[in-house]
């Protein structure tokens, strides 16, 4: 667990659930899924503490449960949102097996390309109230400790303290919900570098899918992609569909007095509607490699068909060419006593000249109506 007071002055990581909430800014602990449901009533009676409520049972059940999909929900005191990360950055582990997920299959092991093996469903939780943020994350969440350096990197200088210069362009979040959308803004960023990946791979298997002489086509590999690309295809529906109500609920909030408060308000608006944007552009991405590979899919049966149809009239051509060759020497190779040509010397090339320029007209004729041409692929 990871404990961070963030006021306008800097941010203070913490070693300890604070007695009281700060006069200035407000408070972040963020922990790990094993971590809330193990220390849960120490949490809980934290945050009867601070803001003066608890988490509802409903809500608790849904920060455990590790099947949730991405939804937003609200009481009259916090908002709750869960949101189902797109992939899975470096230095993540799967979650522990906990009450809420015990029942829950068991992840399976999938065969496709590495990149595939990035897509996670594993869901961050985010309580949000008017001085704390709740998230609880899966085990050892890389997407937690990166903000938790980025924030730490925007105190200001102290070469007393061995710190150095805050990142340029580093702004403290000035309420919970500022630093909520940046974490989920974080999230939905990570997932640019799997895009090109995905697309570079799709690409990959669409060149060997049109090859027309291909004679291996991993199919368990495609389909896999297929299932997952689906699959990844539902977690950004539910991303999108949790955002807006997000969204819709910030438009019920009361407008502040002060300018600087409606300005605060303004720029949450603006921040949310940039994760929508940034998830409907996931979206449509992958709904275009979704296509894209229904597309290839077709197209490589559309050539094998072609590549079957040609040998398939290239063999009937030959054996229409064989036909009355076969039908001359059936008839020379009857046992009758008295037959054309039989007894003659000069009869057996008269037979075979008939057969040759049988066979040469009939090959002619097929070539000119191009029952022996390959269609060009």
């Known amino acids: 667990m990871r404990i961070f007071h963030i006021h306008s002055g800097g941010v203070q990581e913490l070693t300890e659930l604070p007695t009281q909430m700060p006069a200035q800014g407000f408070v972040w602990i963020a922990c790990a899924r094993p971590a809330f449901q193990a220390r849960l009533a120490e949490i809980q009676a934290s945050l009867q503490t601070l803001v003066g409520l608890q988490l509802v049972d409903l809500h608790v059940s849904d920060l455990l449960n590790a099947q949730l999909p991405s939804h937003y929900d609200y009481t009259s005191q916090y908002d709750l949102l869960v949101?189902?990360?797109?992939?899975?950055?470096?230095?993540?582990?799967?979650?522990?097996?906990?009450?809420?997920?015990?029942?829950?299959?068991?992840?399976?092991?999938?065969?496709?390309?590495?990149?595939?093996?990035?897509?996670?469903?594993?869901?961050?939780?985010?309580?949000?109230?008017?001085?704390?943020?709740?998230?609880?994350?899966?085990?050892?969440c890389a997407v937690r400790d990166a903000y938790a350096t980025r924030l730490l990197a925007s105190l200001p200088t102290s070469p007393s303290e061995g710190r150095s210069s805050p990142v340029p362009g580093a702004r403290v979040p000035t309420s919970p919900a500022d630093l909520m959308l940046r974490v989920v803004n974080l999230m939905v960023d990570g997932y640019l570098d799997l895009r090109r990946e995905l697309t570079r791979q799709l690409d990959h298997w669409q060149n060997e899918l049109l090859k027309p002489r291909a004679r291996y086509v991993n199919w368990?590999?495609?389909?896999?992609?297929?299932?997952?690309?689906?699959?990844?295809?539902?977690?950004?529906?539910?991303?999108?569909?949790?955002?807006?109500?997000?969204?819709?609920a910030l438009e019920t909030w009361a407008l502040p007095e002060t300018p600087l408060g409606l300005r605060e308000l303004d720029l949450l608006k603006v921040r949310s509607r940039d994760v929508l944007e940034h998830?409907?552009?996931?979206?449509?991405?992958?709904?275009?490699?979704?296509?894209?590979?229904?597309?290839?899919?077709?197209?490589?049966?559309?050539?094998?068909?072609?590549?079957?149809?040609?040998?398939?009239?290239?063999?009937?051509?030959?054996?229409?060419?064989?036909?009355?060759?076969?039908?001359?020497?059936?008839?020379?190779?009857?046992?009758?006593e008295f037959l054309p040509l039989i007894h003659k010397a000069d009869g057996f090339w008269w037979a075979l000249g008939s057969m040759v320029f049988i066979a040469l007209a009939l090959?002619?004729?097929?070539?000119?109506?191009?029952y022996l041409a390959r269609t060009g692929t």
Do not use: Y
Not at 85 to 114: F, M, V
Not at 221 to 247: F, G, K, N, P, Y
Not at 311 to 326: G, H
Not at 363 to 370: D, M, N, P, S
């Open 363 to 370: 090959v002619a004729l097929f070539w000119r109506k191009r």
């Open 279 to 336: 998830i409907e552009r996931v979206v449509h991405h992958v709904r275009r490699l979704e296509q894209s590979t229904e597309t290839a899919v077709q197209m490589h049966f559309s050539v094998q068909s072609n590549r079957t149809n040609d040998i398939m009239r290239t063999l009937t051509a030959l054996t229409a060419v064989f036909l009355p060759l076969n039908l001359i020497a059936g008839i020379f190779g009857m046992n009758f």
């Open 83 to 140: 949101f189902r990360r797109l992939a899975t950055l470096n230095g993540d582990a799967p979650d522990a097996p906990s009450a809420a997920g015990a029942g829950a299959p068991p992840s399976l092991k999938r065969s496709g390309p590495p990149v595939l093996r990035r897509i996670d469903t594993s869901p961050v939780g985010f309580a949000v109230f008017d001085q704390l943020l709740l998230t609880v994350h899966p085990a050892d």
């Open 220 to 248: 368990t590999s495609l389909l896999e992609a297929r299932l997952s690309l689906h699959m990844l295809d539902e977690i950004c529906e539910d991303q999108r569909t949790a955002v807006q109500d997000w969204i819709d």
